[in-house]
């Protein structure tokens, strides 16, 4: 992949509104106000953000492949993550400018990444760049070379390009000597059609391709910002003409209401946290109640899990996905060893294991993705058919564990897990759901610092269009990453569109509101 980054990965879906940076903003001692304005999405744009999942799925399954090859990435681990991540459908935007005189740009504000980069001048085969502002180093008197090669790749695209020095300008603020990315490469539709030129990272600089400095670590380290933290309001009222604020320095109180709930960050790279259980109408799946890791993602749009849970969420909330024949008939076959094995108080992590279907006693964690029987029909080996079967079978194990936990009849269980392999999400992680039925769907909710932060339906399901012909979309969407680093969720603007979001650097932690 060139030079890995631990850019966060997860492929987003449809969006109601997308929205940009305003170039207004105002320096007030040390604190740095980016305001935010939006643009509706058109419904006909609609039609690329399934092609460019259609791409984003074939690069998946090169991924996988590229896994299984390597099974001992070490620290490395992160370099499969960031070849999912996808900004088709990202929603928001801010403008800057590099060099002197400055040449402006607009840039998602992403904190599940942490490198600056923009079209370069010198990108002549991407029809891409032909599209957007290019920077050119000619018309800088503060450019400065470097010449170090850098690329990183994304679910639906990728870029590639050299490192570059130069002033950028956020809002009144000039960072001087800021080493950026210019690229020169930007294969595929997600550049062509995006609303955004390029990337300004805010994660770590551990996660940074060819370690280069981030931005915001520049402004703290020239005395350019207060405080060292920033914070999110994201609006996420259609009809309202403000789109949000960025904050860096500081906080605004107008927009939370209220305490934060912090909690540490787990391990620094993304702003990657524990989290507790999580519940569907106040009932908990039982995924996480030995806890799982989460990050908050200000550039991904919905919010990702593992495909177990998002499963249970589409059949609570009516979503329809692509059945799985696979999942079917894994319980069909299995299903009773399963729920013996339980009621026995087997590990649950090793039961797959033990009916033969997992090759790991423990350790696997749900693969990536479910193919179908059809797929393995002509692979014989006892080997390719337990790894076929290992990740229906342990989604079959969470989901009669859930049932379990609730007391239901042998007879419930299994209509519950026929009816839950209907509703697995679709490859590209699109779920529809009947716009009608919002005031029936349950509230989602998850813990994070011992606090219970709830999702109605109204928060998590994205309206597009209006009357007769409006669509609604789930906004949860599957995300499998296997151990050591999965499982994850990743609380995308769906969940920090619902609470306000402070990125605390100073003392490594994350905080969390409810949103005004």
Known sequence: MGVHSGTVAVCSLFVSVLLFFSASSENNDGILRVGLKKLKLDPNN???????????K?????????????????????????????????????????????????????????????????????????????????????????????????????????????????????VKDQEFIEATSEPGLTFLVAKFDG????????????????????????GLIKKPLFSFWLNRDPKSEEGGELVFGGVDPKHFKGEHTYVPVKQRGY???D???????????GYCGRGCSAIADSGTS??????????????????????????????????QTILDLLLANVQPKKICSQIGLCTFDGTHGVSMGIKSVVDKENTKSSSGLRDAGCAPCEMAVVW????????????????????????????????AVDCSQLSKMPTVSFTIGGKIFDLAPEEYVLKIGEGPVAQCI???????????????????????????????????????????
């Not at 400095?213 to 703290?220: A, C, H, K, Q, R």
């Not at 249970?312 to 319980?331: E, R």
């Not at 007879?411 to 999400?425: A, L, Q, S």
């Open 46 to 56: 609609l039609l690329a953000t399934r092609f460019g999942s259609k791409q984003e």
């Open 58 to 174: 074939a690069f998946r399954s090169s991924l996988n492949e590229f896994r299984s090859n390597n099974n001992n990435l070490g620290d490395d681990g992160d370099a499969d993550i960031v070849a999912l991540k996808n900004y088709l459908d990202a929603q928001y935007y801010g403008e800057i400018a590099i060099g002197t005189p400055p040449q402006k740009f607009t840039v998602i504000f992403d904190t599940g990444s942490s490198n600056l980069w923009v079209p370069s001048g010198k990108c002549y085969f991407s029809l891409s760049c032909y599209f957007h502002a290019k920077y050119k180093s000619s018309r800088s008197s503060t450019y400065k070379k470097s010449g170090k090669r850098a690329a990183i790749h994304y679910g639906s695209g990728a870029i590639s390009g050299f490192f570059s020095y130069d002033a950028v300008t956020v809002g009144d603020l000039v």
């Open 199 to 222: 990337l300004l990272g805010l994660g770590f600089q551990e996660i940074s391709v060819g370690n280069a400095t981030p931005v915001w670590y520049n402004m703290l380290k020239q």
């Open 271 to 273: 702003w990657q946290f």
């Open 275 to 285: 989290m507790g259980e999580v519940l569907i109408a106040g009932k908990p799946t």
């Open 302 to 335: 919905l919010l990702a899990g593992p495909t177990a849970v998002i499963a249970m969420i589409n059949k609570a909330i009516g979503a329809s996905g692509v059945a799985s024949q696979q999942c079917k008939t894994v319980f069909n076959q299995y299903g």
């Open 400 to 431: 009669i564990q859930s049932q379990l936990m609730q007391n239901m009849t042998q007879k419930r269980i299994v209509n519950y897990v026929n009816d839950i392999c209907e509703r697995m999400p679709s490859p590209n992680g699109e779920s």
């Open 474 to 516: 789930s906004g949860f969407t599957a995300l499998d990453l296997p151990p050591p680093r999965g499982p994850l969720w990743i609380l995308g603007d769906v969940f920090m569109g619902r609470y306000h979001t402070v990125f605390d650097f100073g003392n490594e932690q994350v905080g969390f509101a409810e949103a005004a």
